[in-house]
């Protein structure tokens, strides 16, 4: 990986509050309540995890941040969501783009018949640039990931898993963002690429200053890298903390890790000892 000049580095100082989100409700179809109360905070130059199993409600949080519900009939009923010091939960979402907030999707959704180059180049269609920039914003995001580079000119279609989600990542990087809402990086990935992908997840954070709340079922993997964690279950935050917490708490360990002091419970066992979640009682 190439370096990155030390005169083009803007890293933004940490410890201030970036995004905001303070007890909002997510409502879709005006009947199915799927975020309860859900508040937490996003550091500058922060990496957030954002954790819990599938159906917790971590896409809907994500989304409603990057303001995509109403295409799926949902909308945020209460509370508020603020970046930057601005209310943006009623922003659209190319305003936000423009704003320096970014969403890469779960699921490493690409233009299937563009090249990886042309996918590239569609995250910067938001910005007014040369040709000269836009080159260099290119061979940046190659230095990231160079093996983007030697696919440049390959259909995204045909590249592999973890290709499609650099692409992905790297898109949303050509429009220069801020803050990037990144949604299960590791799914079906092999382990080797889930590593490769959240080291450069951290090499931007400490290079380029972004700052990144991302979503995942991972929950090793995502405590390894993360600042700071929050999980959600049923649409509530049940349990947030430093990473380094999280990672050595007894609960978090049984029940998002695998991991007991007690031995291998039954499955009987489990079902019994999670109605009774400390974090829940």
Not at 5 to 33: R, T
Not at 101 to 108: A, H, L, N, T
Request: proline fraction near 3%; charged fraction near 25%; include cysteine.
């Amino acid at each position: 990986m190439s370096a990155v000049p030390q005169a083009q580095v803007q890293v933004q100082p940490k410890g201030q509050s970036y995004l905001s989100i303070k007890n909002i409700e997510v409502i879709y179809d005006h009947v199915i309540l799927v975020l309860k109360g859900v508040s937490l905070t996003v550091e500058r130059g922060r990496i957030v995890a954002l954790l819990g199993a599938n159906g917790a409600g971590k896409t809907t949080t994500l989304k409603a941040i990057s303001n995509l519900l109403r295409a799926e009939r949902g909308d945020v009923t209460k509370g508020s969501i603020e970046f930057d010091g601005h209310r943006i939960d009623r922003l659209t979402p190319a305003e936000l783009v423009r704003r320096g907030v970014c969403q890469v999707m779960e699921g490493r959704h690409c233009f299937q018949h563009l090249t990886v180059e042309e996918n590239l180049l569609t995250g910067a269609f938001s910005r007014k640039v040369g040709r000269a920039e836009l080159k260099a914003d290119l061979e940046k995001v190659y230095d990231y990931f160079p093996r983007l580079k030697q696919r440049r000119t390959s259909q995204a279609g045909y590249t592999s898993g973890g290709e499609q989600q650099m692409t992905a990542v790297g898109r949303a990087l050509m429009a220069q963002p801020k803050m990037i809402l990144l949604d299960e990086p590791s799914m079906g990935l092999a382990p080797q690429i889930v590593e490769e992908i959240f080291e450069i997840v951290k090499s931007l954070n400490q290079k380029e200053g972004v700052s990144f709340l991302l979503a995942e079922q991972n929950t090793m993997v995502a405590l390894r890298y993360a600042d700071y964690g929050y999980i959600l279950e049923n649409g509530r935050v049940v349990m947030d903390g430093p990473a380094s917490d999280l990672s050595t708490n007894e609960d978090v360990k049984e029940f998002y890790l695998g991991l007991s002091t007690t031995g291998r419970k039954s499955f009987r066992d489990v079902k019994h000892y999670r109605r009774r979640k400390r974090w829940l009682a």
